[in-house]
C-alpha cells in the first residue's frame, strides 16, 4: 500500500495544478474521484498560442492498470502539443491513436487485448470566441439558455488491434457565447449505480442536473454535483473513476 499511495504523489504530478488551471480557464471546476487510490481517469491541459487546450480522459481500467496507461496516454498528448505543435483536437487524437498503437501493440504474437483511451478534447480560443472538439466515444456539451447543445465525438476509443486500420477522428467548430456553460467527462458519473433501486444514474439524469444548477458559480456547481453522485452512491461502492469538468465562457 505504501507503493501505492507513493505512486498517486507520481500520478498527481502529472495532473494540471489548481493555479495553473485558474490562470488558462475562466472560471472552471474540475470534478475528480478516483475508484481506488489511483486512477485510470485523469484531465489534462495546455495553452499553446491562443488556444486553450482541455481534456477529460478515460484509460482502460483503472487502479494499477489505469494509472500506468494514464501517465503513457498524458506523455503522448504532452508530446503531440509540445513537439509536433498540433492543436486541432482531431489532428492531437489522430497522432495520439497512432503513438499509443504503436507502443502498446510493438509484438503481434502477445497483442491480444485492446488497450487505450476514451477522450473529449476541446481547444478554446476565448479571443475569437470559438471551441474545436474532438473526441473519442465521449461528447462535448454546451448549455446555453437553458438549452444543452450535444456535440457527439467518434464512436470508437483510441487504441486498436494490430493490424485494424487507424481511423481518423471528426473535428468540430462551434461559435461560443459569453456565459456559455461548456463541460466534458468521461462516463464514470453517468454509470454509478446507486439509488433506491440500485440502478445506473445515466446521462439523462446527468443531463437534468447540469441544467438545474449551471447558472450557480461553478465552485457551487462541483460540490452539488460531489455531493449528489455520493449520495446516489450511498452504501453501495464506486465502479469506476468519476471526472467532470466544467468551463463557464
Request: with cysteine; glycine share 8%.
Amino acid at each position: 500500500m505504501d507503493s501505492i499511495h507513493y505512486a498517486k504523489r507520481i500520478q498527481n504530478a502529472i495532473l494540471p495544478s489548481d493555479s495553473t488551471i485558474k490562470h488558462a480557464l475562466n472560471e472552471s471546476f474540475v470534478l475528480y474521484q478516483p475508484k481506488d487510490i489511483v486512477s485510470g481517469d485523469f484531465y489534462w491541459l495546455e495553452k499553446w498560442g491562443n488556444e486553450t487546450l482541455v481534456a477529460a480522459v478515460d484509460c482502460t481500467g483503472h487502479g494499477v492498470p489505469g494509472a500506468l496507461m494514464s501517465i503513457v496516454g498524458h506523455n503522448i498528448l504532452a508530446q503531440t502539443v509540445n513537439v509536433l505543435g498540433l492543436t486541432r483536437p482531431s489532428l492531437i487524437l489522430n497522432e495520439t491513436n497512432s503513438q499509443l498503437s504503436k507502443k502498446l501493440n510493438q509484438d503481434p504474437e502477445v497483442a491480444t487485448v485492446r488497450d487505450g483511451m476514451d477522450i473529449a478534447l476541446i481547444s478554446i480560443n476565448y479571443t475569437k470566441l470559438k471551441i474545436e472538439f474532438a473526441g473519442a466515444n465521449n461528447p462535448l456539451w454546451i448549455i446555453r439558455d437553458n438549452e444543452v447543445i450535444k456535440i457527439h465525438g467518434d464512436k470508437f476509443p483510441i487504441g486498436a488491434f494490430v493490424g485494424e486500420d487507424l481511423q481518423q477522428f471528426t473535428n468540430h467548430e462551434w461559435e461560443l457565447q459569453k456565459n456559455d456553460c461548456v463541460y466534458i467527462f468521461t462516463d464514470g458519473f453517468a454509470d454509478q449505480f446507486g439509488g433506491p433501486k440500485g440502478k445506473k444514474f445515466k446521462y439523462k439524469q446527468l443531463e437534468e442536473l447540469l441544467l438545474e444548477h449551471h447558472r450557480k458559480p461553478l465552485d457551487e456547481q462541483k460540490e452539488i454535483y460531489l455531493k449528489t453522485i455520493n449520495d446516489w452512491i450511498g452504501e453501495l461502492q464506486q465502479i469506476d473513476d468519476i471526472l467532470i469538468i466544467g468551463i463557464r465562457i
